[in-house]
């Protein structure tokens, strides 16, 4: 397998297991609101989206949302997310492998910044991507759209053939077709028959990705 010359990582599900925390906190959110959720249909309807299109679906189900949700349901899950969130595991080894091989990696996410400051700042994962942090809150574009996993190898002067997209949603393997660029589907519960759809590569552990882009084995 050729090695690629970028790594571009998803965040939440795949960086660290803040999807879960959220969407508990969502389901609460939105069940308050008039509209009856769990977290695992909060989780089947939402990952990879936006907050503001999860507004908007909620409302078309039947959701009572204030003008002012998207601030509130930030502020809940922001104080959620402080309380800790675990590390994928397998990351940092991974991202050990990638330094000392020397390839650029970033982190392509739909999330705003402030949240990633919270669960990547919390494990020192925010210092190691350093400037290579592309939020669809800043840069105003949002998966599926490619924008930010182009931003990405942009910034890095990768052509988006050589660039690989690892990621947990079929929202985000959509975005990584549409660029171009190679995608690891990451599905550790379930087949990962969404991500499948998209014509990405699917696996259930972090530890495997070092073989599937080319690299030395990790130690499982």
């Known amino acids: 397998m050729t090695r690629p010359d970028l790594v571009i990582f998803d965040c939440d599900g795949v960086l660290v297991d803040s999807e879960t925390v959220s969407n508990e906190v969502l389901a609460r959110n939105l069940s308050r609101h008039g509209l009856p959720m769990t977290t695992d249909r ?23 949302l204030p003008d002012a949700w998207i601030d509130e349901i930030y502020d809940e899950i922001y104080s959620a997310l402080r309380a800790g969130v675990d590390v994928i595991a397998g990351i940092p080894e991974l991202l050990d492998q990638l330094d000392a091989i020397g390839i650029p990696y970033a982190v392509g996410s739909n999330g705003s910044e402030a949240k990633m400051e919270i669960t990547l700042g919390q494990n020192g994962l925010l210092d190691r991507f350093g400037d290579a942090i592309f939020s669809a809150h800043t840069l105003k574009t ?5 924008g930010l996993y182009l931003a990405a190898a942009a910034h890095f002067n990768v052509d988006s053939s050589r660039a690989v997209v690892v990621e947990d949603s079929a929202t985000g393997a959509t975005a990584a077709a549409r660029a171009g660029m190679r995608c ?32 030395k084995a990790a130690a499982e």
Request: net charge negative; no cysteine.
């Open 142 to 146: 949002a998966k599926p759209d490619p």
């Open 184 to 215: 690891l589907g990451y599905a550790p519960h379930g087949d990962g028959a969404a991500l499948m759809a998209t014509g990405a590569e699917v696996f259930d552990s972090m530890f495997a990705v070092p073989g599937l882009i080319g690299l």
């Open 42 to 64: 909060s989780m089947e309807l939402f990952v990879g989206g936006t907050m503001r299109g999860v507004g908007e679906q909620a409302r078309l189900m039947g959701a009572d």
